[in-house]
């Protein structure tokens, strides 16, 4: 199996995205860091342990990681997830607790002990990554890739241009989008395609399985996902995706692009630029255009084949 890591702002979609990964036999799901954005850091450890430990997942450590973005206040999106951050499901409170070590320690001491190179899936702001590659800049030979949630090519969440992991903590996405680690974008463009049908969400809602029926509550309370009946109501896996991308980089297209993000105040702030021009522009030919770093952007998904593994994941349980 693929060893990696998540962090996460747990968050629906963020749990939605630990069911999968600890379920997928493809995946060696080796430590799960949190980092403050869906909501605030220790609701996002408390979200995470509940998740593990409702799915019956191994005893997998969990470590508490940035209460805040490098530069900015925190700014939660419970408006988005709920009061606890993770849909008001009314879950019992985790009996597992969190790592004594905090989520960069964690990081690096996995990183560096994994036999095989580790490929690291951000689902959050990307505050704890940052932190970890400006300290322990050693860990990047263990790192296989770094397959991230955030960022959009087109249109933003957060703002009209900037998605909510870039936007909450841009400094820490120029860290990352600067370090010389293999990147994949898996951004809004692709992220919001990722749609399970209504009558989907509740035959899992209707399963005797602890695990899959949460994936059904937890479809049911994503948004965009109008509360009633039909055939035509949906919810989105979301952060699930990048998950699905690791498994199956198939069922992406993706294309080696520059990108960089907007730092600048104002109305750009947080926005990821993606240059997809096909030829440089005067900017260049004047020597006044920069060359940022090249990511693999996911531009497209085969949403079928990503639902049915995400399906077939989480039922496996
Ligand atoms: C991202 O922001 C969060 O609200 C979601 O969990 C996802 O990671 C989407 O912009
Ligand atoms: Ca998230």
Redesign the pocket.
């Given at each position: 199996p693929i060893p990696v890591i998540i962090d996460c702002?747990t968050?629906v979609?963020?749990a939605l995205a630990l069911l999968f990964a600890v379920r997928h036999p493809g995946l060696d799901l080796r430590a799960v860091t949190c980092v403050a954005?869906?909501t605030d850091v220790d609701g996002v450890v408390r979200n995470t342990l509940t998740v593990l430990e409702h799915a019956g997942a191994p005893d997998i450590p969990v470590a508490r990681g940035a209460e805040r973005p490098l530069v900015e206040p925190p700014r939660s999106?419970r408006h988005?997830?709920g009061e606890d951050g993770m849909g008001d499901l009314g879950l019992p409170a985790p009996t597992r607790t969190a790592a004594d070590v905090d989520a960069v320690t964690l990081l690096r001491r996995e990183i560096l002990a994994s036999p095989r190179p580790v490929t690291l899936i951000p689902?959050?702001p990307l505050t704890n990554i940052a932190l970890l590659l400006r300290t322990h800049p050693e860990v990047t030979r263990n790192i296989e890739r770094i397959v991230f949630?955030g960022g959009a090519v087109a249109c933003g969440?957060a703002t009209p241009v900037a998605?909510?992991?870039v936007w909450h903590d841009p400094e820490a996405a120029a860290v990352l989008l600067t370090a010389g680690v293999p990147l994949t974008m898996y951004g809004?463009d692709v992220?919001q395609q990722v749609v399970v049908s209504g009558p989907e969400i509740e035959r899992l809602r209707a399963s005797d399985e602890p695990g899959t029926r949460l994936a059904g509550e937890l479809l049911a309370h994503r948004p965009g996902s109008p509360d009633g009946d039909g055939e035509d109501w949906a919810g989105g896996v979301?952060?699930a995706g990048a998950v699905c991308a690791v498994v199956d980089p198939e069922g992406i297209t993706t294309r080696l692009l520059p990108v960089e993000v907007s730092l600048a105040p104002g109305p750009t702030r947080g926005q990821t630029i993606v240059d997809r021009r096909p030829r440089p522009g005067e900017a260049e030919i004047h020597g006044e255009g920069r060359a940022p770093d090249l990511v693999d952007v996911a531009l497209d998904v085969d949403v079928e084949r990503y639902v049915k593994l995400y399906l077939e994941t989480v039922t496996a349980g």
């Open positions: 702002d968050g979609d963020d954005g869906n999106a988005v997830h689902t959050a949630m969440n998605e909510f992991n809004l992220f979301g952060d």
